[in-house]
């Protein structure tokens, strides 16, 4: 028996160092351009320098990110297609949608990369500096302010929900299927808020074409030092951040498993890696397999209750 359990052990350890011998994707359920997006692709340049293989991103944005996270839970079992993926697609969204797949079984956790604020944003068309200015403008207009999201059933969906039952005001959902999309239409006035994740948003705010107005954190983000927290600001209990993470199809040797989980550690260690992510005011994710795999599904368990407590639907 215990020479059974050592060649298993030795097979395991031959099959993480033979890996990978082909091209791997990294499938990103977010259209090009948002914070999935950059992060995937930070993280294909890094893996493809130190495991000597293309690492190829691909984006299947819609419905609510799950599209991509389908196509990995349904590929084959050996590492070769990976996800990025949010707390918008494995915790929030498969309580608001029908999946062909289970989350919690048919995608396997490898490790959190990084965990980011949400920030109130707005565009050129509101006049609010502040939060009170912007309570006051959404009352004094005669029809609701238009929210833009990545998505229905999206971390940005549930803070605008949450902030709207704080300070009891009716906001119009917009979903886009991106961040990037969505700014388009912000900063041209089709919408006038969004609560988007830091991660998608501080280029266009140090580029001063969107403001932000707070982060949703209980403590202010160091990238974004002169912004309140919306609890500074007067709202009270409508804190989000969205965490970004490393999967694969569920089902995949434990040993290649590790082998990504390594390799993520080493590139999360990199102080270029570390540096971009500061800008994206992010923390970098220190969790191990196992850690992550529970906090995946205490999330996605915690998303739940708060969805039935809310009453909160697809459109």
Request: charged share 20%; net charge positive.
């Amino acid at each position: 028996m215990i020479r059974g359990l050592l060649l298993m052990l030795m097979c395991g350890a031959a099959l993480a160092q033979s890996y990978p011998t082909k091209p791997v994707r990294i499938m990103v359920g977010a259209s090009a351009g948002g914070g999935t997006d950059i992060i995937a692709r930070m993280l294909a340049d890094k893996f493809a320098e130190s495991m000597k293989q293309p690492f190829v991103v691909e984006n299947r944005p819609g419905a609510s990110n799950t599209i991509a996270a389908d196509i990995t839970a349904k590929a084959s079992k050996d590492g070769y297609t990976i996800l990025v993926a949010t707390n918008t697609a494995q915790a929030i969204a498969p309580h608001l949608i029908k999946l062909d797949y289970d989350p919690l079984k048919d995608v396997q956790p490898v490790g959190l990369i990084v965990v980011v604020p949400n920030v109130l944003i707005v565009g050129p068309a509101v006049k609010a500096k502040t939060v009170r200015e912007l309570l006051t403008e959404m009352r004094s207009v005669s029809a609701p302010m238009r929210y833009a999201t990545a998505g229905t059933g999206s971390t940005q969906h549930m803070a605008a929900e949450a902030f709207a039952k704080a300070t009891g005001t009716k906001l119009i959902h917009v979903p886009y299927k991106g961040s990037s999309q969505a700014h388009v239409d912000l900063i041209s006035g089709q919408v006038e808020m969004m609560f988007d994740t830091t991660s998608s948003a501080m280029g266009q705010i140090k580029a001063g074409r969107l403001r932000p107005l707070a982060v949703t954190t209980a403590k202010r983000s160091p990238e974004l030092q002169d912004v309140p927290t919306l609890a500074e600001a007067g709202v009270q209990g409508a804190e989000m951040s969205t965490w970004y993470g490393l999967f694969t199809t569920g089902g995949t040797p434990p040993a290649i498993v590790e082998r990504l989980h390594g390799e993520l550690q080493k590139a999360l260690a990199l102080p270029d890696v570390r540096g971009r992510l500061a800008a994206l005011a992010g923390e970098p994710g220190v969790l191990s397999v196992r850690e992550f795999t529970e906090m995946n599904r205490a999330d996605y368990e915690r998303s739940g209750r708060l969805i039935r407590e809310a009453e909160i639907k697809i459109d």
